[in-house]
């Protein structure tokens, strides 16, 4: 029966330590987690920004047709005065040339605005590329770093397994089973030390015939307010 508690005890450390390890995992894999979303947000902002230059770029583009189209109405209606005839005709094609001429002076001013948007743009842009390609660097890195701790605590945690299989296929079903059950509802706390009369796992003072019995048993006593397993340490 001291067998078993001392399973127990055995037990209760292993599973501490698996739970140890478990949050180890967890806070590795929360830290890469965290690096990406940087990552990933910054990746969002450069997306926008080329969608946003690309949509200019458009704009521009069309507006360069439509400058080239006013260049041309210019150059044609300019060929054909030496040929008018009439005083008429004559100030017609001025106009419609100096028309023509206004229209290319409006675009010439929007796509030197689009121009200048597209430059501001685009330093934002590299600032932000800039940016990303570091994060993604420190990302990549300290990911290395991370996947070879979690390997590691793997590795522990895989070792751990078989010792728990070990263990547990030493207690009785009934004890093992009331163990788990424990385990589960006492945050993994569920073999605790009694000690100065009081249970060490809900700091509640024991009836002192059962903290004394402790001692002596050989049985498994629990916690009447608690219900986890206690042990004592004996004074040496
Ligand atoms: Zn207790």
Sequence with gaps: MLEQLQLLRDLQELDQQKLDIDQQRQQQTG?????????????????TLDADIATIEESRGELRLSLTKEQDNVE??????P????????????KEVDTAKKLAKEL?????????EL??????RAEKVDELNTRQEETS????EIDARIGELDGQLGTMASQ????????????????????NRRAGLAVVEARSGACLGCNMHLPPQLFNS?????????????????FVVSPA
């Excluded at 830290?31 to 997306?47: I, S, T």
């Excluded at 044609?76 to 005065?81: I, P």
């Excluded at 430059?119 to 934002?124: F, H, N, R, V, Y």
């Design 141 to 144: 890195s300290r990911k290395s």
């Design 83 to 94: 040929q008018i005839k009439t005083q008429k005709e004559y100030v017609a094609v001025l």
């Design 108 to 116: 010439e001013v929007q796509i030197a605005e689009k121009n200048q």
């Design 164 to 183: 728990r299989g070990n263990l547990v296929g030493q207690l009785p079903t009934p004890l093992r089973k009331r163990y788990e059950l424990l385990l």
């Design 119 to 124: 430059e501001s743009l685009q330093a934002d």
């Design 76 to 81: 044609r209606a300019e060929k054909r005065l």
């Design 31 to 47: 830290e890469l987690a965290e690096l990406q979303v940087v990552v990933d947000r910054l990746q969002e902002m450069v997306d």
């Design 214 to 230: 402790l001692f002596v048993t050989q049985e498994v006593q629990s916690c009447p307010h608690c219900s986890r397993l206690l």
